[in-house]
């Protein structure tokens, strides 16, 4: 592996082998999510406590002050929004020289697996890694869903996300999933987590990702599960807990339960 790559990679997962990358890229569909209108305001006490954002170009120079140090991964697929007819049919928006002029760790771009869209979106996630690899810089794949979340199991996501490593992404994003180690077992790059919809309790999420890590997962990749959240601070370091400290679903619990009841009482 080439050294810029190897330098990029090492921005993004910790010396611990772990990472929390935290996505804000959802207005690139869905436009001003919940909680993400102002996307600058949202991170602010959170950036602390990530280690890389995904994000678009168009929130990125808008909202993120250059002289931020954290890594950014560039959302570099989309075209489709969640009121036109396929979510699946993405294309590639940014252009690599674009990614190398805004100092990007990494490139991440959806593959569509089993949709109308399959074959165009992994010959751009092949034609993306080319590029990537050409000027050293590693690519994510996000196995995404489009809008049927019930395709989320592990015979599925495994699928995707072997397909997605043979051609060549660096790091794998996909969905938790019971029998999860089946996802992970089966493909050779790193695989981090995303979040999906906010879910009703935190414990929920400390569950799954607790779960995700103890099966192979090396993180996550997280974002309405903790900017949609009302203590959103409490939920990133309860995280980051058990991401980069090992700490049990209770001991996350017990933090972020901590850190709400001192919020509240400032509040
Ligand atoms: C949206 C994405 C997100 O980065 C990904 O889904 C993670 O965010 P969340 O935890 O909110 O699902 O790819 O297009």
Known sequence: MDWGLKNRLARLVQPDGRCLFLPIDHGYFQGPTRKLEKPGETIKPLLPYCDALFVTRGVLRSSIDPANIKPIILRVSGGTSVIG?????????????????????????????????????????????????????????????????????????????????ELGARVVKTYWCEDFEKVTNGCPVPVVMAGGPRVDSELGVFEFVHDGIQKGAIGVNLGRNIWQHDYPVAMIKALRAIIHENATVKEANELFNTIKNVTAQVV
Do not use: Q, W
């Open 85 to 165: 007819k396929d979510l699946a049919n993405e294309g590639i928006t940014t252009s690599m020289k674009e990614a190398i002029r805004l100092n990007v760790a990494a490139v991440g771009i959806s593959v569509f697996v089993g949709s109308d869209y399959e074959r165009e979106s992994l010959l751009n996630l092949s034609r993306l890694v080319d590029e990537g690899e050409d000027h050293g810089i590693p690519v994510m794949a996000v196995t995404a869903v489009g809008k049927e979340l019930e395709k989320r199991d592990a015979r599925y996501l495994a699928l995707c996300c072997r397909i997605a490593a």
